[in-house]
């Protein structure tokens, strides 16, 4: 390891400089997630995971736990995405310069990777809550002179090409993200794996708890494996096999060639199965805690891998973060405290409707504005939009509202309604790129009917945007597949009510007819939409707390629990403080 003086990270937008050793005094919890979404000029995230991801990181910022976030710097970011006109998704690089918004650190690690030495160096990143606090991100870097024009590859493309690019990645996050912070001067507690990507980092700690080999009896184990599964904690996030990495030990052999490997395969194979390396055995073997991201998700886990227990600490987002500032100024006026202490939105009862009307009213038109400026689409203000906006493939059946296009036809033609989508395909997954250009497809076929717009290039920015601006917010997965979900969340910070099928976070947040309504299939939303949810909307004239006693429940049944601060604060008293 080399190390040279610490140069503090200079932020326009700070009084003073924030350097390095204001984070090095008390320990700390490091939060490694392959993907952390930081800001929408930061493209290091590529859906839900890094957004989450992100928000547990302001939330510790405004909370003021002692956290660190450590993450891959993806110098060419997730994709940028372009649509054509028949809604056909082209990925360009997503380039970004790191030297914009932080300072490189004065550590760099090597990690072998085939037999060769990669050096990783760092850029420190700090997260800066408008209640005060501060949480530092650590941004991993092999784009360094020393390292081999193919090695300084790893950390440019999030989630590259290949089984190779891949485990590579994962050796640098999880090995060099441990040797990082100890080069750094780090004090670190608990170690938390945010999914699978970063379990590696459990094996460094083995390394540096192996015993000495002359107190090694025959039989007995070389490491001290209790006491690092003391130290580290595993979030899962997906039922779906296809989230979860896998890795054949040739390729482990290779990558791991030589005295790379910090344990033997050996132990490997018993850590992580027989057959294959999966990375979320591996995490589940090296950690004493173990939780999903909403109470149904814990079970499915529990039964993919049975002999571990899993509990659910479920998912929130970060109050300021998704909040309009239309519904910001509201709550600062009558639940003043509400963005460090959200469950103190259950008193927005006492909001007058005028006003909840008003402040929607204010995100709605930004909404239809930032529409008609990215798509050319005209929408109307006095009509409701329905928002569906997620990554985009086939369990999440984005396609689900069209499956019927005459009786959707027939509903508008009664009580007119307008869409608003938004999302991106994995490069690789084609059929979450044909259900893109399906729902272009679909939208000319609905033209004159019922506006519908497709946003390109969704980031955080457009995601706030259309959270706040729809009237009523749509989630169609195929149950069991949705683990969490927090797009509902967010609307409902904003007074926007679900429709949404009963799976993941919605099993625990419909209340019907409440905090919004559940659907099974195509049939019960048509239903719905027709026969409770428009109406509703269309007698706001006649019946203004019909509507609006929805978007109040929405905040008071679902905002006030939803969010990242009680997701912290347990996450805080279950898994970091045993």
């Given amino acids: 390891m080399r190390r040279r003086a610490r140069a503090p990270i200079i932020r326009p937008m700070a009084a003073q400089p924030i350097g390095i050793d204001s984070f090095l005094g008390d ?48 110098r060419a970011g997730y994709f940028r995405q372009e649509l054509d006109a028949s809604g056909r998704q082209i990925e360009h690089p997503a380039h970004w ?15 072998r990777i085939a037999g060769r030495s990669v050096w ?29 024009s193919g090695d300084r590859e ?52 083995l390394r540096r708890n192996a015993y000495r080999p002359e107190d090694v009896r025959p039989g007995e184990p070389a490491y001290d494996l209790p006491r690092v599964r003391g130290r580290c904690r595993f979030t899962t996030h997906t039922p779906v096999e296809a989230g979860h990495d896998r890795f054949s030990y040739d390729l482990v052999a290779r990558l791991f060639a030589g005295k790379t490997a910090p344990v033997e395969l050996s132990l490997l194979r018993e850590l992580g199965g027989a057959d294959v390396l999966n990375m979320t ?19 499915i886990s529990s039964g993919m891998f049975p002999g571990y227990k899993v509990r659910a600490i479920t998912n929130g987002v970060h109050p300021y973060t998704w909040t309009a500032q239309s519904f910001r100024a509201l709550y600062d006026r009558y639940v003043p405290g509400w963005s460090v202490e959200p469950e103190l939105l259950v008193r927005a009862d006492a909001i007058p409707a005028e006003a909840l009307s008003a402040a929607h009213v204010s995100a709605k038109g930004e909404l239809i504005e930032r529409v008609r400026a990215l798509t050319g689409v005209g929408l109307d203000a006095a ?43 994995h490069p690789h997954d084609e059929e979450g790129k044909r259900l893109i250009a399906l729902l272009h497809e679909h939208a000319r076929a ?52 679900s ?67 009680r997701m912290m604060r347990r996450y805080a008293t279950e898994a970091y403080l045993r």
């Fill in 281 to 299: 055995r591996l995490a589940l073997n090296l950690s004493d805690f173990v939780n999903g991201v909403a109470k149904r998700h814990a079970e």
């Fill in 154 to 205: 790893f950390t440019h493309q999030l989630y590259g090409d290949g089984d190779d690019y891949r485990l590579a990645q994962e050796m640098v996050l999880g090995l060099g993200g441990v040797r990082i912070l100890h080069a750094l001067g780090f004090r670190i507690s608990d170690y938390h794996m945010n999914e699978g990507h970063s379990a590696l980092l459990g094996l460094e700690l």
């Fill in 27 to 74: 320990p700390r919890v490091a939060y490694f997630s392959m993907e952390i979404a930081l800001r929408s000029e930061i493209p290091t995230y590529a859906g839900g995971l890094g957004v989450l991801a992100g928000d547990t990181l302001r939330t510790a910022a405004d909370l003021r736990l002692p956290m660190v976030g450590v993450t891959l710097v993806s």
């Fill in 383 to 425: 009509r409701p939009i329905l928002g569906f906006a997620r990554r985009m493939t086939a369990y999440k059946r984005p396609d689900l509202l069209f499956t019927d296009m005459e009786r959707l036809r027939r509903i508008a033609a009664q009580a007119p309604f307008q869409i608003v989508l938004g999302g991106k395909a």
């Fill in 446 to 497: 609905l033209a004159g009917i019922v506006p519908v717009a497709y946003l390109p290039e969704y980031d955080l920015a457009l995601a706030q945007l259309v959270v706040a601006g729809a009237d009523l917010w749509l989630n169609t997965p195929l149950p069991p597949f949705e683990a969490s979900g927090t797009s509902g969340m967010k609307a409902a910070f904003n007074g926007v009510p």
């Fill in 120 to 148: 990783v160096g760092a850029w420190l990143y700090v997260i800066e809550s408008p209640l005060g606090g501060l949480a530092p991100v650590i941004l991993l870097d092999t784009d360094l002179p020393e390292n081999a």
């Fill in 97 to 111: 310069d790191p030297a914009r918004w932080g300072v490189p650190l004065d550590a760099k690690v090597a990690v």
């Fill in 499 to 565: 429709l949404s099928v009963l799976d993941g976070w919605w099993a625990e947040g419909c209340i019907e007819g409440v905090t919004g309504w559940s659907v099974e299939d195509a049939a019960a939303l048509y239903d719905k939409l027709e026969r409770i949810v428009l109406p509703l909307f269309y007698a706001r004239a006649a019946d203004p707390g019909g509507w609006i006693g929805v978007m109040r429940g929405a905040i008071t049944k679902n905002a006030a629990y939803f969010n990242s601060h």
